[in-house]
């Protein structure tokens, strides 16, 4: 079994930045795929941004050029550095592990005010 637990959403004002954490526990394999999806009240659960093993990412178009996502292989933890926030950005986000199974976290409210 796998463990998430996301960790460092908040209330921020418009421009601002905030840096979320994933923290995952329990049966990790290697070479899994880490993903932070969001969903705002009303709306679709959309995928923001994903990391593979090696490092590679994909980002959707609506954040790419301020979010960035990164991961420390030592501590099992995946983080989403997000800059220029604006409130369209505001929703719950919530961490996926991607691999022997399909496991997500109970999500982190990210505010933007304006």
């Known amino acids: 079994q796998v463990q998430l637990v996301e960790s460092g959403g908040g209330l921020v004002q418009a421009g601002g930045s905030l840096r979320l954490s994933c923290a995952a526990s329990?049966?990790?394999?290697?070479?899994?795929?880490m993903g932070w999806y969001r969903q705002a009240p009303g709306k679709q659960r959309e995928l923001v941004a994903i990391?593979?093993?090696?490092?590679?990412?994909n980002y959707a178009d609506s954040v790419k050029g301020r979010f960035t996502i990164s991961r420390d292989n030592a501590r099992n933890t995946v983080y989403l550095q997000m800059t220029s926030l604006r409130p369209e950005d505001t929703a719950v986000y919530y961490c996926?592990?991607?691999?022997?199974?399909?496991?997500w976290g109970q999500g982190t409210q990210v505010t933007v005010s304006s």
């Open positions: 329990g049966s990790i394999f290697n070479f899994n795929v």
């Open positions: 990391i593979r093993s090696g490092g590679g990412t």
């Open positions: 996926r592990y991607m691999a022997n199974v399909d496991t």
